[in-house]
């Protein structure tokens, strides 16, 4: 079992920055194959990014690619969505999730274990 904490959400104009953290516990998420979504107002769960569990490759949506980076602490049971570049499209609840399974996949169904989201308001 992992739970999943993420922080770091906010208000920010559009072009800005914001780094989300998602927190894990548990001694076996080193093991596990990590990604952020987002889901808007009235919009289905939509990938944005993955991370496998050494953190050695990487996927993003186009949508995001060349603006977000994913990363991951081990050491710290965490990882990260750096933000850059922030559009009002981007604007969502963003949720952290963890994939027992080492293969990387961008459908939400495949996640094991979800947090709680953190809003994400990026203004024109």
């Known amino acids: 079992q992992v739970q999943l904490v993420e922080s770091g959400g906010g208000l920010v104009q559009a072009g800005g920055s914001l780094r989300l953290s998602c927190a894990a516990s548990g001694r076996t998420f080193s093991s596990y194959t990590m990604g952020w979504f987002r889901q808007a107002p009235g919009k289905e769960r939509e990938f944005v990014a993955t991370?496998?569990?050494?953190?050695?490759?990487?996927y993003y949506a186009a949508s995001v690619k060349g603006r977000f980076t994913i990363s991951r602490d081990n050491a710290k049971n965490t990882v990260y969505l750096q933000m850059n570049s922030l559009k009002p499209e981007d604007t969502a609840v963003y949720y952290c999730?963890?994939?027992?399974?080492?293969?990387?996949?961008?459908?939400?169904?495949?996640?094991?274990?979800w947090g709680q989201g953190t809003q994400v308001t990026v203004s024109s």
């Open positions: 991370i496998t569990s050494s953190g050695g490759i990487t």
């Open positions: 999730a963890a994939r027992r399974n080492y293969i990387v996949t961008t459908g939400a169904f495949n996640y094991d274990y």
